[in-house]
């Protein structure tokens, strides 16, 4: 499966665009549409269809993830929905997740609200809450429609 424009628009929505390096929430050096900017890649300003490109490149290793990974069938939005998370929150923590495993075994409306655990960001070693990760896995899991 592809991520569609309703799935963009999701990540665009929860992400923002910053045409210039910000270290985000977590601390993690970042641009364009959240792309975490990784050793060896170097940033000034960039343009919007650069951000764009970035942006594609980084949904294309989501969309693999979730591909990859789940092995029970899924509807546009559920996808889309999970294509938003991983891109949020990595690979491996996806791998890892209990939400995940919960879909695995057919239980939808169990990894539905799963969403709304995965809310928290460490910010110089402190866990928190973020209401802006509470606002997504909210958005997430209302296109994870069961």
Do not use: C
């Not at 910000?22 to 970042?30: E, F, H, K, S, V």
């Not at 490149?57 to 092995?71: H, K, P, S």
């Not at 057919?106 to 910010?123: L, P, S």
């Amino acid at each position: 499966m592809r991520l569609n424009k309703t799935g963009i628009d999701l990540i665009k929505e929860s992400e923002s665009l910053r045409l210039e390096p910000y270290y985000d929430q977590a601390g993690r050096l970042t641009i364009g549409y959240g792309h975490l900017i990784e050793p060896g890649e170097s940033f000034g300003s960039i343009t919007e269809a650069e951000a764009e490109a970035l942006l594609i490149d980084d949904v294309r290793t989501a969309e693999n993830t979730v591909n990859q990974l789940v092995g029970v069938p899924l509807n546009q939005t559920q996808f889309n929905a999970l294509v938003s998370f991983v891109f949020n929150v990595g690979a491996g923590a996806f791998a890892a997740s209990t939400l995940l495993r919960k879909l695995n075994q057919g239980d939808y409306e169990g990894a539905r609200q799963e969403f709304k655990r995965w809310k928290y960001v460490t910010i110089a070693g402190v866990k928190t809450v973020s209401n802006g990760l509470l606002a997504r896995r909210e958005r997430e899991a209302q296109e994870f429609t069961v």
